[in-house]
């Protein structure tokens, strides 16, 4: 059983900025925010200027060689990966070489058959085709076997990426990657698609580059989850104006029902990203490169069409996973670890369905199906406080292959090593006794949930990872008035008493806490603030985090 703490961000302090209330400048605070200087460019991120192409490292050597290229003719393949991010980058690069006259290609890897990154079998693939130049977007810093490969088969290689270094480098003509040693991330912590357009800025101009991509890495930007602050935060407020500029995005908006919305990071996030996540996700991601470079209405609605059905199709695998999961897990109470296997499970969701049980059960959940080969490959999920990496990394004998970061991974291992591994991993957890973390900004009371706090945490956005909403903590109330909601009773609804005061609580997926709630209303709870907007009134409205009793 792993426990659960709740720890305010008290250690940020607080210093009150002009003409904000104690409440709010402690939340600007606990964003870095100080002054009246740093506050004026968080709520004018439009107004602050992009940072220079030529502080990446090798950025310059980089646009030397593909310049070389272009004007010897050779043909360059862009070396893609199949999330949003990958197609992203890939469809920002292979455009800009082609406006500049390139002859180029690009080589997306197939999730179930390749699997992330570079493989000796698209090395070859290349060669057949005839490359001299490969430039990776969004992967390579970790394909050294495959980049000696390619130079032994003629090809060049230049290298953009955002992920980890090795303590060595590849050798090959350019690293251009965020994740440097010597290289300050803070300055501009960027995507694979940032550092795409980064190039392209370096290639063809600041202004070009931006008024053709600036949309396309402000999406990127959300839909791999960075973080929301300093540039990044600049080029997703100034993108999200530029999405309508791409056809394909356009015609994704209109299939997904959102055209006449306005564009905001959940647009960002829970319309377009997972849509074009979907075709890599559900077959092919090279649907999505192409409706990103489309410039023909009729074929990207097309295409746009063919994303939206993958999306509803990822959606319905999505929910028979987690439907499995929840038989394999009947009865199961609070568990220190989950580790699930299911032969016929699709890869390209075991993630998702992880993040879920992750949300549900509070601990580790790391899903496995059956690889193509026979074997085992999956995705894992942690929560706060939990390194999932590091558990991986004391498991690894029983792995042939695994990678990620803290809080999600992937691996690989083969069928008769599963219960070995389920055994030592579970076993690991438990052993470390490790402690399930969430973090919230204040204490408040339900008095203090008005309009006028609600209406200027909305001036916080956009939200996202590094600028989350901020989370609140109400002690002492009762909930009542408890009833399910939506389709098959998925939600939650509820009214929060604390005192005289009473506000509406929602909580999303989680219809089946009913009885629970009922059982024990009296508790201390966790919530986001949310403007309601009906008929005209404006209320608070509370999204649940977690409770106590």
């Given at each position: 059983m792993i426990r659960r703490l709740w720890l305010s961000k008290s250690e940020y302090g607080e210093r009150l900025i002009g003409g904000f209330s104690p409440l709010i400048s402690r939340l600007l605070n606990q964003r870095g925010i100080r002054d009246e200087i740093d506050c004026y460019a968080f709520f004018h991120p439009k107004e602050q200027a992009l940072v220079s192409p030529f502080i990446l490292p090798d950025m310059e050597k980089a646009a030397l060689r593909i310049e070389r290229a272009i004007r010897e003719r050779e043909t360059i393949c862009v070396y893609g990966d199949y999330d949003a991010d990958g197609t992203l980058a890939t469809a920002i690069l292979v455009d800009c070489l082609k406006a500049l006259g390139g002859d180029v290609v690009y080589y997306i890897p197939s999730r179930h058959f390749e699997g992330y990154g570079m493989n000796l079998r698209s090395v070859a693939a290349m060669k057949e085709r005839g490359i001299g130049l490969v430039v990776t977007v969004d992967n390579g810093i970790s394909a050294f076997e495959e980049i000696r490969a390619c130079y032994e088969a003629g090809m060049e290689v230049v290298i953009t990426d955002h992920h980890k270094c090795h303590e060595t480098l590849p050798e090959c003509e350019a690293v251009v990657c965020v994740s440097?040693?010597?290289?300050?991330?803070?300055?501009?912590?960027?995507?694979?698609?940032?550092?795409?357009?980064?190039?392209?800025?370096?290639?063809?101009?600041?202004?070009e580059a931006t008024r053709r991509y600036l949309g396309l890495a402000a999406l990127?930007?959300?839909?791999?989850?960075?973080?929301?602050?300093g540039e990044n935060r600049t080029i997703v407020v100034r993108g999200m104006e530029l999405i309508r500029e791409n056809t394909g995005l356009n015609a994704l908006l209109r299939a997904a029902g959102g055209e006449a919305e306005s564009i905001d990071e959940n647009t960002l996030a829970f319309v377009l990203a997972p849509r074009l996540n979907a075709a890599g996700r559900m077959g092919d991601a090279a649907r999505a490169v192409e409706l990103l470079l489309c410039r023909d209405d009729q074929r990207a609605e097309e295409l746009a069409g063919e994303l939206d059905e993958a999306n509803r199709a990822r959606r319905?695998?999505?929910?028979?996973?987690?439907?499995?999961?929840?038989?394999?897990?009947?009865?199961?109470?609070?568990?220190?670890?989950?580790?699930?296997?299911?032969?016929?499970?699709?890869?390209?969701?075991?993630?998702?369905?992880?993040?879920?049980?992750?949300?549900?059960?509070?601990?580790?959940?790391?899903?496995?199906?059956?690889?193509?080969?026979?074997?085992?490959?999956?995705?894992?999920?942690?929560?706060?406080?939990?390194?999932?990496?590091?558990?991986?990394?004391?498991?690894?004998?029983?792995?042939?292959?695994?990678?990620?970061?803290?809080?999600?991974?992937?691996?690989?291992?083969?069928?008769?090593?599963?219960?070995?591994?389920?055994?030592?991993?579970v076993e690991r957890i438990e052993q470390a006794k490790p402690a399930s973390v969430v973090y919230y900004d204040a204490e408040i009371s339900l008095s203090d949930c008005e309009p006028q706090i609600c209406e200027r945490i909305e001036s916080f956005a956009p939200f996202?990872?590094?600028?989350?909403?901020?989370?609140?903590?109400?002690?002492?109330?009762?909930?009542?008035?408890?009833?399910?909601?939506?389709?098959?009773?998925?939600?939650?609804?509820?009214?929060?008493?604390?005192?005289?005061?009473?506000?509406?609580?929602?909580?999303?997926?989680?219809?089946q806490l009913a009885e629970e709630w009922r059982r024990e209303p009296h508790c201390d709870l966790l919530f986001e603030l949310r403007e309601n907007r009906y008929r005209g009134r404006i209320s608070c409205d509370l999204h649940y985090i977690a409770r106590k009793t």
């Open positions: 440097r040693e010597g290289y300050h991330r803070e300055r501009t912590n960027l995507c694979g698609a940032g550092v795409a357009y980064k190039l392209a800025w370096a290639l063809m101009g600041e202004a990127a930007t959300v839909a791999d989850v960075m973080p929301l602050t319905e695998e999505e929910q028979r996973v987690l439907l499995d999961c929840e038989r394999l897990l009947e009865g199961e109470k609070e568990p220190s670890a989950l580790v699930l296997l299911g032969d016929d499970w699709n890869s390209g969701v075991v993630g998702i369905v992880a993040s879920r049980l992750v949300e549900r059960f509070g601990c580790p959940a790391i899903l496995l199906t059956r690889a193509h080969d026979g074997s085992l490959c999956g995705s894992g999920r942690s929560v706060e406080g939990v390194d999932l990496f590091g558990m991986l990394q004391a498991c690894s004998e029983y792995l042939t292959r695994f990678g990620g970061h803290a809080q999600a991974a992937g691996l690989n291992l083969e069928r008769r090593s599963y219960e070995g591994f389920k055994k030592a991993f996202g990872e590094g600028n989350e909403r901020p989370v609140f903590r109400l002690d002492g109330c009762t909930l009542e008035q408890i009833a399910v909601m939506g389709k098959d009773g998925k939600h939650l609804s509820a009214v929060v008493r604390q005192g005289s005061e009473a506000k509406r609580l929602v909580a999303f997926n989680l219809g």
